[in-house]
C-alpha cells in the first residue's frame, strides 16, 4: 500500500509563491506516475499537473501553465509541486496521486486514471 503525504500549502498573497511536496511511503516513487489535483468546495476535482515515473515528461492545465512546476525527486521519494504568481482562483485543497506503472503517461488527466491520494494540503491565496 503506497502512503501519499502532502505538505507546504498555506496561506499567501497574490502575486506570492508555494512549493508543495508530496512525500511517498513506498522503496522506489520513480515506479510511480503521479499527479497534482485541486478542489474547492462544491466543485469537482480538476486536474493541474503530472510527471511520468521517470520525470522525462510532464503535463499541465491550461489554467497553471507557465506559472507550476513539477518535479520530482527519486532520492527522496518526493514529488514538489512549485506554484509561482499565484492567483486566488489557485485557491483550493491540492491532492497528490500516483499510479504505478512505466507506460501510463497516455492516463493522466483524471482521477480515474490514478489508485493512490494523499489527504491534501490547503492554499489559500489572499487578494
Known amino acids: 500500500q503506497v502512503q501519499l503525504v502532502e505538505s507546504g500549502g498555506g496561506l499567501v498573497q497574490a502575486g506570492g509563491s508555494l512549493r508543495l511536496s508530496c512525500a511517498a511511503s513506498v522503496r522506489t516513487f520513480t515506479d510511480y506516475q503521479t499527479g497534482w489535483f485541486r478542489q474547492t468546495p462544491g466543485k469537482e476535482r480538476e486536474w493541474v499537473t503530472a510527471i511520468n515515473w521517470n520525470g522525462r515528461l510532464t503535463d499541465y492545465a491550461d489554467s497553471v501553465k507557465g506559472r507550476f512546476t513539477i518535479s520530482r525527486d527519486s532520492a527522496k521519494n518526493t514529488v514538489y509541486l512549485q506554484m509561482n504568481s499565484l492567483k486566488p482562483e489557485d485557491t483550493a485543497v491540492y491532492f497528490c496521486?500516483?499510479?504505478?506503472?512505466?507506460?501510463?503517461?497516455?492516463?493522466?488527466?483524471?482521477?480515474?486514471?490514478?489508485?493512490?491520494w494523499g489527504r491534501g494540503t490547503q492554499v489559500t491565496v489572499s487578494s
Open positions: 496521486a500516483a499510479k504505478a506503472g512505466f507506460e501510463v503517461w497516455g492516463r493522466r488527466a483524471s482521477d480515474v486514471d490514478y489508485d493512490y
